[in-house]
């Protein structure tokens, strides 16, 4: 587990954790919105693919309740650089320890709350008498609230921290970081031309598309206008068009995919007549037997409960076909018994996209290694799911071959933390600097 520390008077973010035992710890100058609750809180969710502009977020919940956005947009809670964003995301995980301080700001809160207690006390002891009043505020305040401030004046005291956090509002709108996020995001809204140029830029440099997705596609263009591209291991779905872009997709989702026990078919089909509302035909198999004996029926009609194909359905191969997940649980999970399962908004997406006979290719690429810039790579490795033997040394060795790098002569640390993560695979994305 990972630990995220967030300080809002120095402006730094910070992600500290460790691989096989050896720490690490990654350092990111964000903007942050000064009303932020204190305190702890865990990673609730992130999403590394934003469907509109490609952007990069995370969400953490706090344990009062309250939920803050960290993302590249300037209206986030935490604004992060969109150079370091995907980073960011990759380096944690849902559920990972939150902790959001300021000295500053706590320091002020605690004297409000303070104050607040003692003109409660105050208040409430009024009701008495005037005697009763001064002497309860005397044994209370040298007993209980020992006031931060030398000056016995209560009236002085309030006011002076009062005026210290409206400075602190006022401050904020006008620091650098939020005029140039201010500025950015004037520059943002002029033309959907500019936003493409973004989005096309974020593909490019961030390197968001898979390293074996990039080179099928730069295969694939050369044959069709519009085609789908699905791997197995990252269990992502891509669409590519033409007219959209050459080099990025038009839209990318997760895909559930067939369980180990019922391995796909590699390889690249055309897609067959999409169906709206299909019946599904129970298949003649051991666990399609079982629920033909408990449902007594061959088939179950459209829109009935017990039918998983849901709204839409295309085939792909023999039965197997890509339709709607009828339980959203399963997102992204190898749990089928042979066909690939989408959201039901993005196989709307899917299907207003394509026809009969565009073509599918089933890949499944468990190590992908991308260059984000000079010297700096990303390296991925998703689980070997259908045991292809596809996560070794030497498969390791031949994917940084493909970019000119000499396995032995990379340091002993780099060596030792990359064989960590092919040992783990668990799909997480780490950026080493060679």
Not at 45 to 65: D, E, F, P, T
Not at 162 to 179: A, G
Not at 261 to 280: A, F, T, V
Not at 297 to 324: E, F, R, T
């Amino acid at each position: 587990m990972n630990t995220i520390k967030v300080e809002i008077d120095s402006n730094k973010l910070d992600v500290e954790g460790s691989i096989r035992g050896k720490p690490w710890k990654e350092t990111f100058v964000v903007g942050i919105n000064k009303k932020l609750p204190l305190g702890e809180g865990l990673i609730d969710n992130l999403v590394n693919i934003k469907r509109n502009h490609g952007s990069y977020q995370a969400r953490i919940k706090m344990k009062k309740g309250n939920k803050i956005l960290v993302s590249g947009n300037f209206a986030s809670d935490i604004f992060i650089n969109e150079n370091d964003a995907e980073i960011f995301t990759n380096l944690i995980n849902p559920g990972d320890k939150c902790l959001i301080e300021s000295r500053k700001i706590d320091k002020i809160r605690r004297i409000r709350k303070e104050i607040k207690n003692c003109l409660f006390v105050l208040t409430t002891t009024a009701l008495t008498t005037t005697a009763l009043l001064i002497l309860s505020y005397k044994s209370l305040y040298k007993s209980q609230y020992k006031f931060p401030y030398k000056s016995t004046n209560i009236a002085t005291s309030i006011a002076t921290n009062i005026d210290n956090e409206k400075d602190i509002k006022k401050n904020y709108p006008v620091t650098k970081s939020r005029e140039s996020s201010l500025r950015e995001d004037r520059i943002r809204k002029e033309t959907e031309k500019e936003i493409e140029k973004e989005i096309e830029e974020k593909w490019k440099i961030f390197g968001l598309l898979e390293d074996s997705i990039n080179k099928k596609s730069l295969e694939m263009n050369k044959r069709y206008n519009r085609y789908l591209i699905m791997n197995l291991a990252s269990r992502r779905l891509y669409l590519f068009d033409e007219s959209y872009s050459k080099e990025i997709p038009k839209f990318v989702c997760n895909v559930s995919i067939p369980s180990p026990d019922y391995p796909p078919i590699l390889g690249e089909y055309p897609i067959g007549e999409k169906m709206k509302y299909p019946n599904w035909y129970i298949p003649a198999s051991s666990w399609g037997d079982k629920i033909r004996k408990k449902l007594k029926k061959d088939y179950i009609p459209s829109k009935h409960p017990a039918n998983p194909l849901g709204k839409w359905a295309i085939p792909i191969y023999q039965s197997v076909m890509l339709h709607c997940n009828a339980n959203p649980k399963t997102n992204a999970k190898a749990i089928s018994h042979g066909c690939f399962r989408v959201d039901e908004i993005d196989m709307e997406k899917i299907v207003s996209n394509v026809g009969k006979g565009t073509p599918i290719v089933i890949l499944n690429n468990t190590i992908d290694i991308k260059e984000i810039k000079d010297k700096l790579f990303q390296v991925t490795i998703w689980p070997d799911v259908y045991k292809t033997g596809q996560n070794n040394i030497d498969k390791l060795k031949e994917k940084f071959g493909e970019h000119s790098i000499n396995w032995d002569e990379l340091s002993t640390d780099i060596k030792i933390r990359l064989k960590g993560i092919l040992e783990d695979a668990d799909g997480r994305s780490y950026t080493l600097n060679f």
